[in-house]
């Protein structure tokens, strides 16, 4: 309110707006004053109609008062799909002996392979393969179901490259249906023959020969096949 227009009000008027306000006048004080006071008092009441509509008071506004966002139920909200519908293989080393795999076969292709054969004649082909070159070392093959989607597999060479082939056998011949990535798997321990002289020094000052650690084997035969013999 303009303080010229107070001004021309009575001292009766001015009391009576202060009353209306909310303001406590002292009897006796100077009409200035009781100008003064009813000038801040609306301004500190400006003040706050503004943020009740422009923050969060007006957000809590809106909601009280029945707003037009009405949050839709938990079952309805979206979600992450169980399937893509995307023939695919995804290989991730575990530790050094374990790949965990997971599939998917898209429908298209799925359905077929519930028409021919209720096994399907599926099973997934695991290759060690020779980083020198493109060709496979060894493999092994494990059966599996239309219904599985995962698998952890056990392989026998830590510190090799492994892939993981989504496969169906059809006839005589074998089709690859989808082909993971390559997996380097990690070793158990450090051939003491590739560390620095430095190293190896340093691990006789820690104390590693009472240990009395044994290196394994070179290689582990557990499940695997000769390439020939694919």
Excluded at 111 to 127: I, K, M, N, T, Y
Excluded at 150 to 165: A, C, E, F, L, M
Excluded at 185 to 206: E, G
Excluded at 209 to 229: F, K, Q, W
Aim: hydrophobic content about 35%; charged content about 30%; some cysteine.
């Amino acid at each position: 309110m303009n303080p010229e227009k107070l001004s021309m009000l009575s001292d009766k008027e001015l009391l009576l707006l202060a009353e209306r306000i909310g303001i406590y006048i002292p009897e006796g004080l100077d009409r200035v004053f009781i100008v003064e006071e009813i000038i801040s008092a609306l301004e500190d009441e400006d003040k706050d109609r503004v943020f009740s509509h422009d923050g969060t008071g007006h957000v809590e506004e809106k909601k009280l008062s029945g707003g037009t966002f009405v949050p839709r139920p938990a079952t309805e909200r979206a979600s992450i799909p169980e399937r893509y519908n995307e023939t695919m293989i995804r290989a991730l080393p575990r530790d050094p002996s374990w790949i965990y795999a997971y599939w998917d076969i898209a429908e298209q292709k799925r359905s077929p392979l519930l028409e021919e054969d209720s096994e399907a004649g599926l099973f997934l082909r695991v290759s060690e393969l020779d980083p020198q070159s493109e060709h496979k070392k060894d493999f092994f093959d494990i059966g599996i179901s239309l219904d599985d989607w995962k698998w952890y597999i056990n392989v026998p060479q830590p510190g090799s490259t492994y892939r993981v082939d989504l496969c169906v056998h059809k006839g005589d011949k074998i089709k690859a249906l989808a082909r993971s990535n390559e997996v380097r798997m990690p070793v158990y321990y450090m051939r003491r023959a590739q560390l620095p002289q430095i190293t190896k020094s340093l691990l006789i000052l820690s104390g590693i020969e009472g240990l009395h650690l044994t290196e394994p084997r070179e290689e582990n035969p557990n499940r695997i096949l000769a390439a020939d013999g694919e």
